[in-house]
Every structure is written in C-alpha cells, then in structure tokens.
C-alpha cells in the first residue's frame, strides 16, 4: 500500500499566504489542500492560486459557532456553496471531518477519504494506525506537529509527519518520504519559530548517536 500525505494551508488565517502559495507551486508529489470555511475564503484561495481547497464543518454546535462563527447548519450551506463554486472552476474539494469511521466507510470509496487527526490526548498515532487498517491510505499531518486551535482548549498541533512515516517504514508501508531529511526540516522551523520539536520519533532519533541506521 502507498500511503498519501497532504499539507493543510489555514489560507484564511495567514496573512502571507499568497507568498506560500507561491513558494510551494513546484513541489512534487505532495497535495497543499487550503482551509476555505466560506465562498470568502475560497475566493482568497484561488487568488493565491489554490489548486485543492478543503471544507471543515464541526460536529459539535458550539464548536462550529466559535471556530466558524455559525451553526452546524449555516456551515454545511457554506461547505455546499464552497463545492460548488470549487466544481465550476474544476477545483479539487475535501472535507477533512470524519465523525464516525465505521459510518463513513459503509457510504464513502476508501480513495475519498482522509483522516486528519490533533494529538491532544495523544492518540493520534494509534488513531492513525486503526485508519490505516480499516483501509484508509491519505493522512494530515504535520512537520514537528505544528498547529493548533485557538478554539478547542488545550488543542495541540495535527500528529507529527515524522512519527507517522516512522510508524509506516516499522510496517513496512512505502511513503517514499526520507525521513532523515523530514526531520532535518523540523528541526530547521521549529528552531526559527523557537519551539521544541513535537514529534517524539525526532526527538528519540536525535538522541541516538546511530540515527541513520535507526531511520
């Protein structure tokens, strides 16, 4: 099985983002979808040049009014017009929810579905891994488990893209991801941003004087 990563873009929260966007129009093999919560932040998508953009409703009411400033309903009339406006430009959509697993595989193909996991009590990983043998193979992730929500208390980042693909070569899932070099990424942002690495795979390996022989 080949394992999919994608790399989420808050587009309607940065405000460099058509610098990013820019910046990653040439990467290869990787999929940027970017956070569009209404048609207003699927528009900043495109200009930027957005080329995948994802939906995000909210399965609990008071979440969806706080993260999204609506109700569970208004956001669903806001993700069906962000579709149809994606579909008329023939732009990619992804919803990244996924509320009940077990529920959504019984209606939905395995290839259009994503699991996108916060590792708030730390069951990202083992989250994951039930994902991947329930037969789901496109993952959310993010370097050092960078992110967050200013809206869910005690919110951390999205499971750390180093643990994931450390997970996946341990079971011999091809992601054709070096992770040498994802870890040396890592290391390069949270060093600029002044925080410690949140994956605990590259923390492990970087205290092991044979790192390479452990990757």
Not at 28 to 50: D, H, I, Q, R, Y
Not at 168 to 182: A, F, H, I, M, S
Not at 191 to 196: A, C, I
């Amino acid at each position: 099985m080949d394992f999919y990563f994608t790399g989420i873009l808050c587009i309607f929260l940065l405000s460099d983002a058509k610098d990013v966007m820019e910046a990653i129009q040439d990467v290869e093999g990787a999929s940027f979808p970017v956070l569009t919560p209404n048609l207003k932040g699927f528009e900043a998508a495109v200009a930027a040049g957005a080329k995948e953009v994802a939906i995000f409703p909210a399965a609990s009411e008071s979440f969806s009014k706080r993260n999204l400033n609506c109700s569970i309903e208004d956001s669903l009339i806001r993700c069906r017009d962000v579709a149809r406006a994606a579909k008329k430009l023939s732009i990619l959509f992804v919803g990244t929810v996924i509320p009940m697993l077990k529920a959504v595989i019984n209606v939905v193909p395995f290839d259009m579905i994503a699991v996108h996991f916060h590792d708030i009590y730390g069951q990202a990983l083992s989250n994951t891994l039930v994902s991947l043998q329930a037969g789901i193979s496109t993952v959310d992730s993010s370097v050092s488990g960078l992110g967050g929500c200013p809206y869910a208390k005690g919110a951390t980042g999205n499971v750390a893209t180093e643990d994931v693909v450390y997970m996946l070569n341990g079971l011999g899932v091809r992601t054709n991801v070096d992770l040498e070099k994802l870890i040396m990424a890592g290391e390069f942002i949270s060093n600029h941003l002044g925080r410690s690495s949140g994956s605990k795979a590259a923390t492990a390996l970087r205290k092991v004087p044979s790192c390479s022989s452990k990757l």
